[in-house]
């Protein structure tokens, strides 16, 4: 089975502290996403990347950063965290040959900010 | 650009009754996918529609796709408490971006 893996269940930081997300993955899958998940909103696209190296704009891209530097790893940055960034964060991915390009998300991380 | 809604947001369903969850999409789709959160866990793919006014059931889960592919329905039969979770619809327009619906969170009452 697929395998996503969330660094961090639970981080409490500060506003204005700079965060790291990390998502690895352990099935070569092209693509990997950053959602993040509220109440009543379901699950809004971050950034995703379909390849090392890249990265392309969600729909919720504003106070986000994203790196890919290895297949299985994409982390999300958060340059200067603020308390509206307080979520739940999801990763998920998929391959090329992935039937119906279903997403495998990871457990997710809550990320509070004080 | 593409949103997709759900309704309703809660669904407090006594044991045994049925009920349905509703998503409708602002643009046609290609296709529709359903997952399924469990409290505290992470959302898990059950069922993808492509065709047109296509059904789909998976026990007591009946899932269908609309003429129009604008829109799509989760009809649950008899609910038990294993049930309980969110039930997010997601569609995609184009390409492998995928648009999820705000979710129906459902409560089982024993």
């Known amino acids: 089975d697929v395998k996503v893996t969330q660094s961090s269940r639970y981080l409490v930081k500060r506003t204005g502290e700079k965060v790291f997300l990390e998502c690895v993955q352990d099935?070569?899958?092209?693509?990997m996403f950053w959602y993040r998940q509220d109440p009543g909103l379901g699950l809004r696209l971050i950034y995703f990347?379909?390849?090392?190296?890249?990265?392309e704009k969600g729909d919720i891209p504003e106070g986000y950063s994203v790196s890919r530097e290895k297949k299985e790893r994409f982390s999300l940055i958060l340059e200067s965290a603020s308390t509206n960034q307080t979520s739940m964060y999801l990763c998920?991915?998929?391959?090329?040959?992935?039937?119906?390009?279903?997403?495998?998300f990871g457990a997710g991380s809550r990320l509070t900010v004080l | 650009g593409q949103q997709v809604m759900q309704i309703p947001q809660y669904q407090h369903v006594q044991e045994g009754e049925d009920f349905t969850t509703y998503c409708n999409s602002s643009t046609t789709l290609s296709n529709i996918q359903w997952y399924k959160q469990r409290p505290g866990g992470h959302p898990v793919f059950l069922i993808q529609?492509?065709?047109?006014?296509e059904v789909k059931k998976q026990k007591r889960l009946t899932f269908q796709f609309g003429e129009a592919k604008k829109n799509s329905s989760l009809h649950i039969t008899a609910t038990q408490t294993t049930d309980v979770g969110t039930y997010f619809c997601a569609g995609r327009a184009a390409g492998n971006k995928l648009t999820f619906g705000g979710g129906t969170r459902v409560l089982v009452k024993p």
């Open positions: 998920a991915s998929n391959g090329r040959t992935t039937w119906a390009n279903v997403l495998t």
């Open positions: 529609l492509v065709k047109s006014g």
């Open positions: 990347s379909y390849d090392v190296k890249m990265k």
């Open positions: 099935m070569d899958h092209e693509n």
